[in-house]
């Protein structure tokens, strides 16, 4: 069985940093690229960033460029967020999830159940 | 960049049929990806490549494509349906993952 298990979040202060984790199991995480889509509550599903198996293709969506960073260590089939510079705006349930391919281009077969992230002084 | 619009909100009685579709701002065909997420849940894949079915999601969830847009149906709706409906492409002219805003749908 798949499953997906964020940690890490809770209540920060603006301006500060926080690291997001997902624990993979139950099936080959290197064989798969992975992603981190956040939904602000009560609002829409974004998709945040995305990392390919062997982490050597890596974006992310605007809104986040160049305060966040994804990585990977396939070692301890886990992916990370490391959250910097945190806005209100960046207040939301952080998802992990699974891509369907090894390199992004598709969809998201298995999404961890979410762990939520609030930034208030 | 690319644009994913949806309705806000469908509603249709238990039985009856719900469309909720999903239009691009561009030209040119995109894969599309449907996503149900029920209140308080994580979401789960419903419809991928446009028309094909995970294992698990019943038959009465189908996908079609025509033009621009794309578009899910649910036949025979029942009270269990009720759940937020997202759509997703891959936008691979900027390597980006895109959303719909969401569809309410109220049985």
């Known amino acids: 069985e798949v499953q997906l298990v964020e940690s890490g979040g809770g209540l920060i202060h603006p301006g500060k940093s926080l690291r997001l984790s997902c624990a993979a199991s139950g099936f080959v995480f290197d064989d798969f690229a992975m992603h981190w889509v956040r939904q602000v509550p009560g609002k829409g599903l974004e998709w945040v960033s995305g990392i390919s198996w062997n982490g050597g293709n890596i974006d992310y969506a605007d809104s986040v460029r160049g305060r966040f960073t994804i990585s990977r260590d396939n070692a301890k089939n886990s992916v990370y967020l490391q959250m910097n510079s945190l806005s209100v705006e960046d207040t939301a349930f952080y998802y992990c999830a699974k891509d369907k391919l090894d390199d992004w281009g598709s969809y998201f077969d298995y999404w961890g159940q979410g762990i939520l992230v609030t930034v208030s002084s | 960049s690319f644009v994913l619009t949806q309705p806000p909100s469908v509603s249709v009685a238990p039985g009856q049929t719900a469309r909720i579709s999903c239009g691009g701002n561009?030209?040119?065909?995109?894969?599309v990806h449907w996503y149900q997420q029920k209140s308080g849940q994580a979401p789960i894949l419903v419809v991928y490549?446009?028309?094909d079915r995970p294992s698990g999601i019943p038959e009465r969830f189908s996908g079609s494509t025509s033009g621009s847009t794309a578009t899910l149906t649910i036949s025979e709706v029942e009270a269990g349906d009720e759940a937020d409906y997202y759509c997703q492409v891959w936008d691979s002219s900027r390597d980006h993952v895109v959303f719909g805003g969401g569809t309410k749908l109220t049985v």
């Open positions: 490549d446009d028309r």
């Open positions: 561009e030209s040119g065909s995109k894969t």
